[in-house]
Nanobody, 129 residues
């Protein structure tokens, strides 16, 4: 069983930055793929970004491309989501999720919620205008 845990959320003004962290226990963390998703009140959960076990070729939703950066530090069992130029529409509960296969064949595979095995409880990000 893997239990990812998110941290780093908070209140920030539009145009500001936050860095979210996703920590997961286990000696096999480096073999997992990690995805970030978000869900705003009254809306469906949507894909934000994902990174495979090697850290290469990350995937991003168009809405965050060039503003968000996903990275990983396997020595710390942590994946980060650096969020810059935040917008009010980015207000949501942000979740990280673990994919045990660790490899995303394509964007659709990275964005598919059903392909993830374990989910965190989420961290709230609020962007004020």
């Amino acid at each position: 069983q893997v239990q990812p845990a998110e941290s780093g959320g908070g209140l920030v003004q539009a145009g500001g930055s936050l860095r979210l962290s996703c920590a997961a226990s286990g000696r096999t963390f480096s073999s997992y793929g990690i995805g970030w998703f978000r869900q705003a009140p009254g809306k469906q959960r949507e894909f934000v970004a994902a990174i495979g076990r090697t850290g290469s070729a990350p995937y991003y939703a168009d809405s965050v491309k060039d503003r968000f950066t996903i990275s990983r530090d396997n020595a710390k069992n942590t994946v980060y989501l650096q969020m810059n130029s935040l917008k009010p529409e980015g207000t949501a509960l942000y979740y990280c999720a673990v994919d045990r296969i660790g490899y995303f064949r394509d964007y659709e595979g990275a964005a598919r919620t059903d392909d993830y095995d374990y989910w965190g409880q989420g961290t709230q990000v609020t962007v004020s205008s």
